[in-house]
């Protein structure tokens, strides 16, 4: 994705805020995971994230995301 909207920005924000889980798309695989925070490292922004079923962390670069939803 090449330009996120504050609209992106502010459901990003919202679910890392209320728990809520997204599906993020990254070079075709859909990750459903909890973001927990979103920070820049090394010039980059990222989500960090948690698996809802294993509970593994992961991180998620924006520039390598596709897309997103939030899951209801």
């Not at 992106?8 to 995971?33: C, H, M, P, W």
Request: glycine fraction near 6%.
């Amino acid at each position: 994705m090449a330009q996120w909207t504050h609209k992106q920005y502010d459901l990003l924000e919202r679910a890392i805020t209320n728990g809520k889980r997204i599906s993020a798309y990254r070079r075709g695989t859909e990750y459903i995971v909890v973001p927990t925070r979103l920070r820049v490292i090394s010039g980059r922004e990222a989500v960090e994230a948690t698996n809802p079923t294993t509970g593994d962390e992961m991180t998620i670069y924006l520039d390598e995301m596709d897309t997103f939803e939030v899951v209801k």
